[in-house]
């Protein structure tokens, strides 16, 4: 032996998963999602993706060289997640200079100003979209048709989703006004193609069945537990059987699947107990059904999940895992 | 479904390499150097001279006080010094240095089977004292005081703990696969001791064998059960063995008499069967040798005192590429950085680590991911824990119950970022626990 | 009504309610505290470094005025002269004390002491204490991670990382204590001062035996005694193989300095070369 001794505590073995295997992962899942929406959206779809990720991962680079001189964690692949995220919640004909925006805003402001990885109390994509949708209502809320857009990216075919149907729709009957019929196409979808995908929205919230299989194989990989996504589809559910409505088509449709697999699931933004998890869970099913039946917007899942972010760490302040031996046998 | 604790744990590689390798005596060294304090608690008081000529198991050091424990000679030779001697991790100790003479006279006084049946609770814990028995499985807390619990806590159950969940570590499995009769032996004594009807033997499932070599040999044994557990990381804790095996949880900051139960290791009843049938003193352990380049993984039968470099060479000798030695497991063991030092009591084994795994990742920023709460058996948060330490705030860290962590590293382990969770832990528990010692004293 | 008169008219309603709703509250709730308290917190130098023992200047400025003595209390940053202040202040008598500065036991550079083996983990001296002894054979000095590094609030200590452990300014200590209380092993020490920042001291906290002790640390002391046959004050003790230095009698002869064989008797601020006869006229 002919090297010095390393000493260190204990313990001396430690587990082969890493951050970056743990993003790695999660870009795998989110494959399918990639995939499906390149295919109904094309080229489009493409052109945000890249530059999303693009985006994503230049900030992150230029604040780390230039305004917090520390380690870099480029290499974690964590702000290609963001960009992923980010991009799966665009419509594929927004154009290129709101999505660096958002990209700008998702890492710039929602994560590095926080201290970076691990330190931002909002998930950093959601931020970005919440962003760019208060900024940009209208190019983030006309969404291209899918498959026949496919090799444009400017001047296609748009038309709304199937949840702002449903919404005006129910504004039609309770109301009487005129919303419904300024409405050029009146949205229908089926199941079965809500499953595959093949509808208009968001690039990556489309395809339910892509988002499964990637759900699957992160709780597989046991990158994320069961508890927030089965949290919040259950309390969703659940709402819309209380409030006497189907809830097969809400489940599948809007950026719920999305939202309740990798977006919610964020580790830095969501409960740290099972405890924590579940409530944080059902507040956001809650809150999502809320302001889609009665608010402003068509879809909450993204203000959902962000004011849920904003109370995480009063919900791990109160809602702690209990302790061994606090439920005493006898 | 095999009974486990509930809470946490985590389930790390087995690596049980030296799980077919027989237990092998190793060849005697040149001198013993046997430490005075072996044990928690007070060092024993030295009560022979330099010079002297001693017989193997002769009294050496002197228990000093109701939580400390008789040391006894390993060999027969002659002391060279008492003096002070570095351990393993560098502090220093008063130790006896021994030269042996290759006689091996005998100082040992075997009781016939017609005595050992009548011996009564008090005379076998008086035995086990004055063996110098400590608690085996690494804490090396004198058993005679385990034996004793307080008054009003009633005890129904004895529990021998043979669920070695440390990885690597195969000596309690080669001791229950190698001497099962001798380990039942000693659980009956043990169990009259305290005076119980019911004993339980935990094994973990991946020992298959020393669970069917146990229950041979307590097919004929009332009151003893040997209770299979499912594999999981640290099942070898007391509080989560009891949770484990009978479903008690001991409340915080409590014995497991409390819940009328006690926890002995096997190794130890084994030793108690010794002391009171053969009349030997706790002067020799099994102690596991392994590594991932160690060229043989082994289990030996190791002599207290003698040198860590010697029992290295036994297997083989340290391999060109080792830069780390721990002594125990690989989850709670403790990096040695002096090979000189000798083997104790609570030694159970020496892991020989190349340079590939010896280095420490480097730390990244918590990402908050979770794991160390879904991995602590004791439902603690260790992330919360860990950074309050770092902020030295101990107060809170009290609130957030940072005495009830148990030390056992599964938060490091799962910790996707490396941090250092542990080292921050334990300096956090130190300090908590000062900080209320000194409370308690102020208040009487 | 013109809602530009209106709109002024609700903000600045709703402003005056406020306010007189945060005027009725402030004088329903206040606090009467001795305006003394205040002045003297003044006076203070207002590091909170709880050198005093009180938590932070303004419990000890309370304390001070509230218990109406100053026997007991010193405040060692602002020292004799702070004290004085509020003695004179509060009609008070305050109690003169020699300053002091903190001085580390240790003289263990990297040069000196062999560097066995290497420590993996937080940089803690008091979370690697717990692991082990520390990366050279010597189980008494300085750990080199710099806990009294990060305890002083005055900027007051470096880590050389020439050397591998720390040095104190002179200037800027205070003699708070922070340093020594956060040193896992005890080996800084608040000393006095000394005329002209003048003093002796040993340079080493190793118990080991001589020979022991050397093979560990070149600077270590070998317990050889010398330094205490050679001081004509008896300020030297030694114990456990370790001299010390009583800085009460040490009359700074620097006699033990030329006596020890190993130099680990430090005397610093001392004049280059200085003539000993001279020195001792001095006296």
Redesign the interface.
């Known amino acids: ?15 082969s ?3 970056e ?2 993003m790695l992962d999660v870009i795998i899942a989110l494959l399918p999602a990639i995939a499906c929406s390149l295919f109904f959206f094309g080229v489009g779809a493409l052109v945000v993706l890249a530059t999303a990720v693009a985006g994503c991962v230049a900030t992150e680079f230029l604040i780390q060289k230039f305004l917090i001189k520390g ?1 870099s ?1 480029i290499g ?1 692949y964590s702000a290609i997640v963001t960009g992923v995220l980010l991009a799966l919640n665009l419509p594929s004909n927004l154009p290129v200079y709101i999505v660096l925006l958002g990209s700008v805003f998702a890492i710039g402001i929602a994560k590095m100003a926080f ?5 931002n109390i909002f998930n950093p994509a959601i931020a970005g979209r919440v962003f760019l949708l208060l900024s940009f209502p209208a190019q983030m809320t006309t969404w291209p048709l899918p498959i026949v857009n496919r090799w444009q990216y400017f001047d296609m075919e748009t038309g709304a989703t199937i949840l702002s149907t449903m919404k005006e729709g129910a504004g039609d009957v309770s109301t009487g006004a005129s919303i419904a019929s300024s409405m050029k196409d009146i949205v229908e979808v089926s199941p079965v193609e809500a499953l595959l995908g093949n509808m208009g929205g968001s690039m990556g919230e489309v395809s339910a069945i892509a988002l499964l299989i990637g759900g699957a194989y992160l709780l597989l990989r046991k990158v994320i ?1 069961w508890h927030i996504p089965i949290a919040i589809l259950a309390s969703v559910a659940l709402f819309y059987l209380i409030l006497g409505d189907d809830p097969l088509m809400p489940l599948l449709t809007g950026g719920l699947l999305l939202g309740a697999i990798f977006m919610a699931t964020d ?2 933004t ?5 405890k924590g998890m579940i409530i944080y869970g059902v507040m956001i099913g809650i809150i999502t059904v809320v302001i889609r039946k009665w608010g402003a917007y068509p879809e909450g899942v993204s203000f959902a999940i962000l004011l849920m972010n904003g109370l995480t760490p009063l919900i791990n302040r109160y809602f ?11 | 479904m095999l009974k486990t604790f509930r809470k946490g744990g985590i389930h790390p590689p087995e690596n049980k390499l030296s799980a077919l390798s027989k237990i092998t005596d190793i060849p005697q060294s040149k001198e013993y150097v046997v430490s005075l304090s072996q044990h928690i608690g007070a060092p024993a008081q030295c009560c022979v001279e330099k010079g002297e000529h001693i017989a193997k198991y002769q009294l050496i050091g002197k228990s000093a006080g109701f939580v400390s424990a008789n040391i006894h000679s390993p060999v027969s030779g002659t002391v060279r010094k008492i003096d002070k001697f570095k351990n393993a991790f560098g502090f220093e100790t008063t130790s006896v240095f021994i030269t042996p003479d290759g006689q091996n006279d005998e100082e040992r006084h075997p009781l016939t089977s017609e005595v050992t049946a009548k011996l009564s609770s008090k005379e076998i814990i008086g035995i086990i004292d004055n063996a110098g028995i400590v608690g085996l499985g690494g804490a090396t807390f004198p058993t005679k005081v385990k034996l004793m619990p307080p008054d009003n806590m009633p005890v129904d159950t004895l529990l021998i703990n043979g669920a070695e969940c440390e990885p690597y570590l195969t000596n309690d499995q080669r001791l229950m696969e190698e001497c099962p009769e001798e380990i039942i032996e000693g659980v009956k004594l043990l169990m009259r001791a305290i005076n119980v009807e019911k004993a339980y033997i935990a094994i973990e499932s991946n020992k298959p064998e020393a669970i069917k070599a146990l229950e041979k040999a307590a097919a004929h044994a009332t009151g003893i059960k040997i209770t299979p557990l499912k594999v999981k990381y640290p099942q070898g804790g007391e509080k989560q063995l009891i949770d484990a095996v009978l479903n008690r949880q001991v409340p915080s900051g409590g014995l497991p008499a409390s819940v009328g139960v006690i926890v002995q290791n096997v190794a130890t009843a084994y030793a108690v069967k010794q002391a009171v049938i053969d009349g030997t003193p706790l002067t020799e352990r099994v102690i596991t040798v392994t590594g991932p380049d160690l060229p043989h993984p082994g289990n030996y039968r190791v002599p207290i005192g003698t040198p860590i470099s010697d029992i290295i060479e036994a297997a083989g000798g340290l391999p060109e590429n080792t830069q780390k030695v721990v002594i125990g497991g690989p989850m709670m063991g403790k990096a040695a950085s002096n090979l000189n030092a000798t083997a104790n009591k609570g030694m159970s084994g020496i892991l020989i680590v190349p340079k590939r795994y010896a280095m420490r990742q480097k730390a990244e920023n918590c990402v908050r991911c979770a794991s160390c709460v879904s991995a602590c058996p004791m439902g603690l948060e260790p992330y919360l824990i860990a950074r309050l330490s770092e902020l030295k705030d101990y107060k809170r860290l009290e609130e957030e119950r940072v005495m009830d962590c148990i030390e056992c590293g599964s938060c490091s382990y799962v910790c996707i970022s490396h941090r250092p969770l542990l080292d921050y832990i334990r300096i956090g528990k130190n300090k908590t626990g000062a900080i209320i010692k000194s409370r308690k004293t102020n208040n009487k | 009504m013109n809602p530009i008169i209106s709109a002024v008219a609700v903000l600045g309603g709703t402003g005056i309610i406020s306010a007189a709703l945060l005027y009725i509250v402030a004088r329903k709730f206040k606090v009467t505290e001795d305006p003394r308290i205040d002045d003297v917190e003044k006076m203070l130098p207002g590091a909170n470094c709880g050198g005093c023992g009180y938590s932070g200047c303004r419990d000890f400025a309370a304390n001070c005025v509230g218990s109406g003595t100053l026997e007991g209390r010193r405040c060692p940053v602002g020292g004799d002269a702070t004290m004085k202040a509020i003695a004179e202040y509060l009609g008070l008598k305050a109690e003169t004390e020699k300053p002091k500065v903190a001085v580390l036991k240790c003289n263990g550079s990297c040069m000196a002491r062999k560097h066995t083996s290497v420590y993996d983990g937080p940089r803690s001296c008091a979370i690697e204490r717990i692991i082990y002894a520390g990366e050279t054979d010597c189980a008494y000095g300085c750990l080199g991670c710099g806990d009294c590094v990060n305890a002083c609030l005055f900027d007051a200590i470096k880590l050389d990382p020439e050397i591998g452990i720390p040095t104190i300014d002179d200037e800027r200590c205070t003699a708070c204590g922070a340093c020594a209380d956060a040193c896992p092993d005890k080996i800084i020490e608040l000393r006095y001062k000394g005329p002209k920042n003048r003093r002796v001291y040993v340079a080493c906290s190793n118990h080991d035996k001589g020979a022991e002790a050397i093979k560990e640390c070149k600077a270590a002391c070998i317990g050889c005694g010398k330094c205490v046959k050679a001081c004509p004050f008896d300020a030297i003790t030694l114990t456990d193989n370790l001299a010390y230095i009583d800085d009460e009698k040490c009359r700074l002869c620097r006699k033990c300095v030329d006596a020890c064989p190993v130099k680990c008797i430090k005397a610093v601020n001392f004049p280059d070369k200085p003539s000993i006869s001279k020195e001792e006229a001095a006296c």
């Open positions: 032996m002919n090297n010095e001794l390393i000493i260190s505590s204990s313990p001396h073995i430690h587990t998963k890493t951050v295997r743990t380690n964690t974690n201290g970076g990885l691990g330190n537990s580790y830095a969501s409960p740290m107990s099972h702690k895992p209990s302790k061994f031996g606090e439920r005493s046998r006898k």
